[in-house]
């Protein structure tokens, strides 16, 4: 059963800084790709940033030049670097992991119970 675990968010300070981090198992395959997604109350869950398992990234414009994904494949891990971080990234963040199930397969999505990360002013 695969399943998707983010941890490190917490209250910041505006300016400062995160890593938030995205644990899968019970994978069979590595994931196609890896994204990071963020919903605030009231609102959709939008895109923040994702990266596909050749190493290929994008971002959201709200974040660009101050957020960084990065992936482990060994260790089946992905990493959101927040910098620079403004009251308005406050949100709930979550992983979000297109997984094959079987070789040549189409990608499941898997998602994370999400994160909280708050950013004071």
């Known amino acids: 059963q695969v399943q998707v675990v983010e941890s490190g968010g917490g209250l910041v300070q505006a300016g400062g800084s995160l890593r938030l981090s995205c644990a899968v198992s019970?994978?069979?395959?590595?994931?196609?790709?890896i994204a990071w997604y963020r919903q605030t109350p009231g609102h959709q869950r939008e895109w923040v940033a994702s990266m596909v398992s050749g190493g290929g990234s994008n971002y959201a414009d709200p974040i660009k030049n101050r957020f960084t994904i990065s992936r482990d494949n060994a260790k089946n891990m992905a990493y959101l670097q927040m910098n620079s971080l403004k009251p308005e990234d406050t949100a709930v963040y979550y992983c979000?992991?297109?997984?094959?199930?079987?070789?040549?397969?189409?990608?499941?999505?898997?998602w994370g119970q999400g994160t909280q990360v708050t950013v004071s002013s």
């Open positions: 979000n992991a297109a997984i094959r199930l079987r070789s040549g397969g189409p990608p499941s999505d898997y």
């Open positions: 019970g994978n069979r395959f590595t994931p196609v790709s």
